[in-house]
């Protein structure tokens, strides 16, 4: 199968007030992308996601590690570069370009 390399991008926003800075994770079909503790206060993080994979359906979700200290939003999931869209459900949708000759 081929597989295609695509930028997927999100705004990832996460606030809190006091104690130890969260931790997050990113997972791409149940598949764990990232884990990160947030140190920022009244901003955002531009997440940039690649991902090389054969055509079809991915999901990307985020999760806060202890999600009584804090709340996490992610907004304007977006394809940065490569063949794909986001679909009707949110997902990133790889697809195989069509050769041109």
Not at 79 to 97: H, S
Request: hydrophobic share 30%.
């Amino acid at each position: 199968m081929q597989t295609e390399f695509v930028m997927a991008v999100c705004d990832v926003y996460v606030k809190w007030k006091q104690g130890d800075p969260p931790r997050y994770r990113c997972y791409v079909n149940d598949e764990l992308f990232t884990e990160r503790s947030w140190i920022w206060r009244e901003q955002y993080l531009e997440e940039y996601i690649p991902i090389q994979a054969g055509p079809g359906h991915y999901t990307i979700r985020y999760e806060l590690v202890d999600p009584e200290y804090a709340r996490i939003k992610v907004h304007n999931l977006r394809v940065g570069t490569g063949p794909a869209i986001i679909d009707r459900e949110g997902r990133v949708q790889i697809y195989t370009p069509e050769k041109t000759e």
